[in-house]
């Protein structure tokens, strides 16, 4: 049986599907990711994590206008010269694993009116000691201040979810169990998150509807039946990767006979999933979802599961918290 990585995604084309929730495209089949207005060595780096440059550009430009609404940062101008220079330190408050450091740049880079000069100290997947220093940016001291909260919304938000992340993949160490995320995300952030949860040691279930099929109790109830609702997607998209959702172990039966390649057991206890593991066999990856707690996670995959479902990772993950500190001017 091959890995469920391995398994077949859907063609975005086919069916008016569309290109799928992550992709900035538009439809035009010109359009080019790399093609953007950041610098061409951050936008490589970008790239090369899996992270589509133009739309972290459009997420930057986002966040800067959103925060100046129109306008200036009229407490910066206000109080420091324009032509001021300064230099500024990323710094973790509380330890934890850091993502989101290249789109942290990116902000300060459309805020930036004169080139910046970057160190960087630790990557996006370190696990970070309190007082550690991440990242410094030398530029002129406005665009530091005004580019500031931006990027510390995502940079905190995405280390937060990279850092609840590490706690989940480090109690299912030395099992083959790996925690996975969903779609649980904020709307136009949904990349973002993901790449976190990669960063954190997980590893990402569907971007989107279009990716691979997830048939949930509403689909079940709608189509008359678990078996019913496998086998209508089966027979519309037969060389599509398959989940379904089932709350029982009679269900359970139903669709590991159909074929499932991956079946999602709902609610069931740690002693439920073990049954379900040897019911299964090895015909399907099992996935379990609900009831999990990182303190219960490691009883879970004890069982054999392939992995676990956590959508806290997305929707609740505290920020980790980090600071941004200008360095004090140094006088003779």
Partial sequence: MSTPDDLPLADPSAAGGGCGDACGCGGDDSYDPMECGLDPALVQLL???????????????????????????VTTAATIPEDAVATADFAAREAGTVAGLRVAEAIISVVCEDEFEVERHVEDGDRVAAGEVLLSVTTRTRDLLTAERSA????????????????????????????????????????????????????NHRMSLSDAALVKDNHVVAAGGVAQAFK????????????????????????????????????????????????????????????????????????????????ALTHSSPILDIGLDLREAVRD
């Avoid at 440059?53 to 100046?68: G, S, Y």
């Fill in 152 to 203: 510390l919304n995502i940079l905190c938000r995405l280390s937060g979810i990279a850092t609840a992340t590490r706690a989940w993949a480090d109690a299912l160490d030395g099992t083959k169990a790996k925690v996975r995320d969903t779609r649980k995300t904020t709307p136009g952030y949904r990349a973002l998150e993901k790449y976190a949860v990669r960063m954190g040691g997980g590893v």
């Fill in 47 to 73: 790239a090369e994590a899996g992270l589509d440059p133009v739309q972290i550009e459009d997420i930057a430009h986002m966040a800067i206008e959103e925060d100046l609404a129109g306008g200036v940062d």
């Fill in 232 to 311: 209508a997607v089966r027979e519309q998209f037969p060389g599509l990767a398959i989940e379904v959702e089932v709350d029982t172990l009679h269900q359970l039966r139903e669709v590991v006979d159909a074929g499932a390649d991956l079946i999602l057991l709902d609610n069931f206890t740690p002693g439920e999933t073990e049954e379900a593991v040897a019911i299964v066999d090895g015909r399907a990856f099992l996935e379990s979802s609900g009831r999990l707690t990182v303190e219960n996670a490691r009883a879970y995959a004890e069982t054999g599961v392939d992995y676990l479902a956590v959508g």
